[in-house]
């Protein structure tokens, strides 16, 4: 189901990444370590009580700087904001009010927007004699919290869930096909959804994400129904600095999480660029079907070869996901967009195939038996068995003797067979080893 978004705003140094990294645990933060993706996770997935959503952290709101960081901060702050059905306002509740906190409030109030205030770093039951002040801010109650001992917490979360109704965000239709445009702007991004919804012209409904800024149409084509998450939001503010593009594509993290293909586009004129590379990596890291889309490739000088020598240098720059497939379109002529659209069906269903376990270990016994596991220091890795725990994106799970002797060459090996056996074109696959007596926990 779509998940209900809460922002974590307030001035500087009031402790909102503290209490951002206790709620969210152990998946926030999490940067991996592969070649071509570098960026900070501002938003992440969270639950209370069985209820799922997207907590977002931001950085120190400074109303009166007009400073080249302040300034970024604020602009990511208001993209934030904007998106949010709740905003947590933190402020610091050994410190007292300050303008700054007077300053955030004002613009809060203006925003029509469900307004939690929360005093951090009050670390017992004694509340500050100053504690009182704080209902001068006109935001109602506020909430004490100890972010760092993980006092209070459940209760802002309880209040949370008070001032939303859950059952208004809907249920998922798993038969439909759910596509999220994504890159950063004048690609094309707005024109090839407008492309598709011409060709198909069986427009089921069109709904305004009101609080995401972005907009779901539903349509079918060819007895597939999917619906297109139009991305439109990822783009700079007028005037907003290079460095803080990293925290505009805030939208499109919130759309990736919600979709089952990623279309990548890229402007065919410009090839891969690093801001490309960083959106892209978000869908990786989400597991999510990824398609790269060259669009503009009607204003690309052609030479013998053209399509295939950028379709090698793409895949060469974005070697962790050689498994995207590469495809080619002109949005503004109507070039080759039928086929993007049955490839993210293709990859849709790729996302959610199931292997059986005979067949798989069959395939890694005859993988093992042409190249054997890597030894070290006299002990080889060992295979027990192998099986698919799960799906979108398809996940294994390998029994074996010693975790530690699994090289990633070799994992990236049995990646290589499980994909020449099975296919998953346009999916990452994930792996996890654990060692006899282990369970797995997903």
Not at 46 to 53: I, Q, Y
Not at 167 to 174: A, G, L, Q, T, V
Not at 431 to 437: A, C, I, P
Request: glycine share 8%.
């Amino acid at each position: 189901m779509s998940k209900p978004i809460i922002a974590v705003v307030g001035r500087p140094n009031v402790g909102k990444s503290t209490f951002f990294n206790k709620i969210v645990g152990r998946r926030v933060s999490i940067v991996e370590d592969t070649p071509g993706v570098t960026r900070d996770r501002i938003i992440a997935d969270a639950e209370w009580t069985g209820k799922n959503f997207l907590l977002i952290d931001t950085g120190g709101i400074e109303p009166s700087s007009e400073e080249i960081i302040p300034a970024q901060m604020r602009a990511q702050a208001e993209i934030a904001m904007e998106m949010a059905d709740v905003i947590l306002f933190l402020v610091d509740g050994k410190a007292g009010l300050t303008t700054a906190d007077h300053e955030v409030a004002e613009i809060l109030r203006r925003k029509n927007k469900e307004v939690i205030l929360v005093a951090n770093k009050i670390d017992s039951a004694k509340l500050p004699d100053d504690f009182y002040d704080l209902y001068e801010l006109g935001l109602g109650q506020p909430f004490a919290v100890s972010s760092v001992n993980q006092l209070g917490l459940g209760d802002v979360l309880d209040e949370v869930f008070a001032r939303i109704n859950y059952e208004d965000f809907e249920e998922d239709d798993e038969e439909e096909v759910k596509i999220a445009v994504i890159g950063k702007p004048n690609v094309g991004k707005s024109s090839i959804v407008n492309a598709f919804l011409g060709e198909n012209r069986v427009i089921v409904s069109e709904i305004a994400g009101t609080t995401r800024d972005s907009i779901d149409t539903h349509f079918e084509h060819e007895g597939t129904r999917y619906t297109l998450i139009d991305t439109a939001g990822i783009r700079r503010r007028s005037k907003v600095y290079e460095d803080v593009e990293k925290y505009s594509v805030v939208r499109a993290i919130a759309a990736i999480e919600r979709c089952d293909v990623a279309l990548m586009v890229i402007d065919g004129s410009e090839g891969l660029t690093d801001q490309d590379k960083k959106i892209v990596g978000m869908a990786h890291e989400a597991g999510k079907g990824i398609i790269i889309v060259v669009n503009k490739w009607d204003l690309v000088t052609k030479e013998t070869n053209t399509m295939r020598d950028m379709t090698r240098e793409i895949k060469g720059q974005l070697q962790f996901m050689d498994y995207a497939p590469v495809m080619f379109t002109s949005a503004i002529k109507g070039q080759r967009l039928l086929p993007v659209l049955d490839m993210a069906k293709a990859v849709s269903e790729n996302r959610a195939m199931r292997v059986s376990t005979g067949q798989l270990n069959s395939l890694i016994a005859d993988a093992v038996m042409m190249n054997n596991p890597p030894a070290d220091k006299g002990k080889r890795l060992k295979i027990y068995y192998c099986t698919q725990v799960g799906v979108k994106p398809p996940l294994f799970a390998f029994q074996v003797n010693d975790r530690e002797l699994m090289h990633f060459s070799y994992s990236r090996y049995l990646e290589n067979k499980i994909r020449e056996g099975y296919g998953f074109d346009g999916t990452s696959i994930k792996f996890v080893f654990r060692e006899k007596g282990e369970k797995y926990d997903e």
